[in-house]
């Protein structure tokens, strides 16, 4: 529990690389509003699993490199990651005695926690909303949540992070 | 940990960390004072960009290797007939060139220069659908600059809206924050072709309900707004609507550039001082050389 492998590091920086490349990809129009928020899924689930080494802070330094990757404005998805950071260092305990299906309401409301913000902020910077489609990828991650966790736990396990 | 921390730690972290952000994105949105920043950690960040593209040039790697021997003789072909096509345009251009500046000679009009071009590949798209923008691989290592003009074989693309050193970040003339003056091929009349954010569709804005404007006109860039050389090709009005309750026509133009699937696009320089000696021979391509 004390002593932290810097190898653990780089293993949870390799799964960030991961999801931001994810988040990067390109989709075809028709589906582009179907991506998965892997970044923030990603910050849940390292919060979850281990609070005493990742924190609102890492949360922040991997939304800001996502602002960058993104070309949003400079601080959006930081502010957003961070605040859903806090959120789930606030209730990680509670989320870790959850099953899946619970999991995945609650990752559901944080991811549009997080549309929210980025999209209020968004439109602050000039561009405009249409309707409720900005919450499809919190449906879509919540869907996936699932997934993400189990093949997250197994690279935890399997490289002993702690 | 000490279960001490647990309590005030995050919190008092988590409300500097939000301060900071926020302290970002006011002077982001206000100014240009945190570019140096950005442009720094996208210079760390490229390589996520080039592992986005990998399955992309992979598949088109593929698909070359896949295609037949026939198919190959075929596009040969073609394109030996339309070089000799577009070969003899030029000649009849290098005749109607020189006429042209004899005759600005005459009238004492400023000469038109030709632009320089740099050939660039796409290595990705900006995934917000709310932003129409694409990455490419020249940055201001190859004299790439701010306000830099795109184009692709069809048309006028956008322009150069953030460049780090070995990438730059170029908005499409669809994105709903892009305008560009342009004017109408046949009679020279002036509009502005604004982006609305829907992929392949411009508004042209405020045309007065009596102008003569038709489907099927070509809008070329107009160089009014000192960013774009003059008449490259921008988009063909697809639809005009003649509304007599508003005071202005409703008037939509389809892009000419394929905006989401050219891979291969050209920036052209318009800013001399900053291009000359940068340009290693092999991107560039000087403009109106009919060589293969």
Redesign the interface.
Known sequence: MTQHSPGGLMIILGTF?VA??L?????P?IL??W?PEFVALSVIYWIMALP?RF???SA?LV???LD?????????N??SL??IA?LT?QMHKKMRMYPLWQQAIVVFLLVVVNQFIFYW??A??????LGFTFLIPAVVSAVLWPWVFVMLRSIRRTFKIS | MKPIFRGGLPRLSFFLLIIIALGLLISDYRGDSVRPVRSALSVVLTPIQWLVDIPTSIADDISTVLLERAVLIKDNNQLRSSSIVLERKVQQMMVLRAENIRLRELLNASARVDDTVLLTELIGVNPDPFQHQVILNKGSEDGVFIGQPVLDAGGVMGQVVEVSLYTNRTMLVTDGRHALPVEVVRNGMRAIALGNGSHGELDITHIPDNADIRKGDILVTSALGERFPYGYPLAKVVSVLRDPSRKFMIVKAKPLARLNNSRYVLMVGSKPPVLVGVQEPINSVPEEEGQP
């Open positions: 690389i931001m490349v988040s990067q990809i390109p989709l129009v582009e509003w991506r005493q924190g609102v802070g922040w939304g800001l490199m960058v990757l993104k070309g949003s404005v400079l601080g959006i930081a502010i961070t605040i806090f260092l902020f968004q602050l910077a000039g561009t405009s909303a």
